[in-house]
């Protein structure tokens, strides 16, 4: 059994506040991103999942819709344009006294006519005379409005706010920009640690070194680089190339650091048996090296995804913001601009630009536990 | 089966010689023990026979063809390292076909090849096991499996049984020495427990400081040891060294040393109790111990001196107790102040 000393109860705490900092906003986001738009505007997330009481304002149709019936003439239709499940309990004609009556009771509008509304929203106006007006009265209702939940949003960001291209120019860019530094890092750390050359300490300590260069202050060379070299054989200033060119080289430093970090621990003896079983380094790095490196691919394939998905900076340098290059952050940063008050359309890019770090994380954790070298050495 | 031939073979780190200039001719078929303490060079010679340590100077030459240029695996050796070192992420069978694998050997015979190490090894039932479903005796296994797979000149063992456990060391032990006989193969073993050079040795190979003290069967390495090293590192508990301060006989009496002589080295097992007056020393008990075949007493001298004898379970001594000792002069050996031998 487990003690429970001071520390463990402090870490426990301390574990349950981060859990809860972090589940809380997300869930709210995803919550909010999922309502519907008029509710988003006025009430907390939290409030959804319970039938709440709201008090609206419908408009009942003109004359248009009258019918006549013996002596009187009726408008009989419904106030809700759609049916969200919502229950009238009381309704008022002024907006003095907007809970004047219980529903099914009959309201006296000023000019006499006579209007009976039922709990699904259905009215009867009733009327002596012909209606004359062609837009009809305002009636007060108190309702009360069951949870709902709606795609609405998703629809409306993805498909017309023009989201779903930058979801998939951000794809575009992360996963190219992911898998190149993963590739030449693999090999580079490989020959780091593995291979005998002059010169490596040397070459390891710089890279150790470049890891402190800050980005921002090699992005508008580079850039300048890029263009002019660009330039001499025809390529175009900003393009997917060289935003993939871009991140490699941004993402060289610390990959090839965290790989080497990790080769150097596999065991020396494993690899003298493959050099005495007849394996060159190639035949070692394939057939042993990279199968046992798995869950160091992943994690490191994890943090570059990451770090290239939520990265603006270098996306906003390297890439255009026409609708064809512009990435996901870019694209929020821009909605956040023009639709700063539409809460629905923020909610739901954001969780759309959060949703694939998610699901990385997710699925690839599995890989952050690492007991696939078990059974190499003794043990 | 290969002879193998060492010509003042040098190594140097920086610039600090490890090895310095070993000389060593091992006929085909032999079992040659390289033994010697810790950071005495032994598994770097190993390893440069291997290939996997440059050669600094000298020449390493394996069935008559010098291989100081020959890649490891082109060397017809095959390794067993201390750690096992198998692959962890292939099953049994493909750790022991690896190597076939490489040399694009044609399946049927890998698979025979693979079959036929097993079955000297009594391994079949473990192929498609994953080393880590394996004991720390299996895991030994597979690796000498993997060894015999590739049919090779020279066995090279990396002080194999180190990590195993006291009863399953004995046991492999013996099957290693079985394998020997039945392979016939020459075999390189590196090792710094005496008791294993002594059991699976034809030659044993003392090294001390990247130096070669003495090269000899085990029995002529206990009962003639060129050296006061080699004296001290064959035969456990190690051999008394009792100094005689020039010539003068204050510990020991009955005994004629040679003029040149510094020390007398005599084994605890060869000591015995005595009478007084014909005993050869005289001594204090001062602990014992009690190993159920024998007991250890650990004595004092009259000068200062500190001795150990493996007696007779039935001795009547006491702690504190003088004793008198005795010895065969066969069994005396004498050392001269620089450490060698007075034959």
Known sequence: ?379 | MADVNLKSVKKTYDKTEVIHGVDLDINSGEFIVFVGPSGCGKSTLLRMIAGLEDITEGEISIGGEVVNKIIAAERGVAMVFQSYALYPHMTVFNNMAFALKQAKTPVDEINSRVLEAAKILQIESLFERLPKQLSGGQRQRVAIGRAIVRNPKVFLFDEPLSNLDAALRVQTRIEIAKLHSQLTATMIYVTHDQVEAMTLADRIVVINQGVIEQVGTPIELYNSPKNQFVAEFIGSPKMNMINIENGEKFDLININPPSEADKIGIRPEHLSLANNGSHKLKGTVRHIENLGEHLLCYINLEKDNEITAKLDVNSDIKINEKINLNWHQDHQHFFDSSGLSIF
């Open chain 1, 1 to 379: 059994m487990k003690k429970f000393t001071l520390t463990s109860i402090f870490s426990q705490l301390l574990l349950l506040i981060f859990v809860i900092a972090w589940i809380a906003p997300t869930f709210g986001l995803f919550i909010s991103s999922l309502r519907d738009k008029d509710v988003l505007a006025i009430s907390g997330w939290w409030t959804s999942f319970t039938t709440t009481e709201v008090n609206e304002i419908y408009r009942t149709k003109g004359k248009d819709a009258q019918i006549k019936e013996g002596e009187y003439y009726y408008i009989k239709s419904n106030l809700f344009r759609e049916n969200k499940g919502k229950e009238i309990f009381r309704f008022g004609v002024t907006s003095k006294n907007i809970d004047e009556y219980e529903v099914g009771e009959t309201a006296l509008f000023k000019d006499g006519t006579e209007i009976t509304v039922s709990e699904n929203g259905d009215y009867i106006w009733k009327s002596q005379n012909e209606f004359k007006k062609k837009k009809g009265k305002r009636v007060f209702v108190s309702a009360k409005s069951p949870p709902s939940f709606t795609l609405d949003n998703y629809k409306e960001v993805l498909f017309k706010e023009g989201l779903g291209q930058a979801f998939l120019n951000t794809f575009a860019v992360a996963l190219p920009a992911t898998l190149i530094p993963l590739i030449i890092c693999s090999f580079f750390a490989y020959a780091l640690t593995w291979m005998k050359f002059y010169g490596r300490d040397i070459l390891l300590a710089t890279i150790i070194a470049s890891l402190v260069v800050p980005l921002q202050m090699s992005l508008i060379p580079i850039l300048t680089i890029y263009n002019d070299f660009g330039a001499l054989f025809g390529v175009a200033a900003k393009s997917f190339p060289g935003i993939w060119m871009a991140h490699t080289g941004f993402g060289l430093a610390s990959t090839t650091f965290l790989l080497w970090n990790f080769l150097k621990s596999l065991p020396q003896e494993m690899m003298e048996a493959a050099k005495v079983d007849g394996a060159t380094h190639y035949d070692t790095f394939i057939k042993i090296v990279v199968p046992l490196s798995v869950p160091a691919f992943a994690s490191i394939f994890i943090l570059q995804f990451l770090w290239v998905w939520n990265d603006l900076l270098v996306g906003l340098v390297f890439l255009d913001k026409h609708p064809s290059e512009i990435i996901l952050t870019a694209k929020l940063k821009e909605l956040l601009g023009s639709r700063g008050e539409n809460w629905e359309i923020l909610t739901t890019s954001a969780f759309v630009s959060m949703a694939v770090p998610l699901f990385i994380f997710f699925s690839l954790q599995r890989y952050f536990i690492r007991g696939l070298v078990a059974g190499s050495i003794k043990g």
